[in-house]
Nanobody, 115 residues
Framework: QVQLVESGGGLVQPGGSLSLSCAASRSTSSLGIMGWYRQVPGKQREMVATITGGGSTNYADFAKGRFTISRDSAKNTVYLQMNSLKLEDTAVYYC?????????WGQGAQVTVSA
């Protein structure tokens, strides 16, 4: 079992920045790929960014150049730094990982971009 707890969501103006954190209950070095996904009501959950244990990253096209994913094994935490936020980035952001063939999700963090 793995528990993931997101924090750092909130309200930000267009063009602003926000950082999300995801604390894992197990050492991130024992986990598989970790990632951030987001979901808007009525739409499917979509991948934002992923990071492997070796630090290789993958970003959705909308996130490239604006978002940065990172992981700190010492703190068992994965981060998502979001810059130049747009109205369409408003969503619930979820942390995700795999452990022994099972997928785990955090409870979600609301990010609202509004003027």
């Amino acid at each position: 079992q793995v528990q993931l707890v997101e924090s750092g969501g909130g309200l930000v103006q267009p063009g602003g920045s926000l950082s999300l954190s995801c604390a894992a209950s197990r050492s991130t070095s024992s986990l598989g790929i970790m990632g951030w996904y987001r979901q808007v009501p009525g739409k499917q959950r979509e991948m934002v960014a992923t990071i492997t244990g070796g630090g290789s990253t993958n970003y959705a096209d909308f996130a490239k150049g604006r978002f940065t994913i990172s992981r700190d094994s010492a703190k068992n935490t994965v981060y998502l730094q979001m810059n130049s936020l747009k109205l369409e980035d408003t969503a619930v952001y979820y942390c995700n990982t795999w452990y022994w063939g099972s997928q785990y999700w955090g409870q979600g963090a609301q990010v609202t971009v509004s003027a």
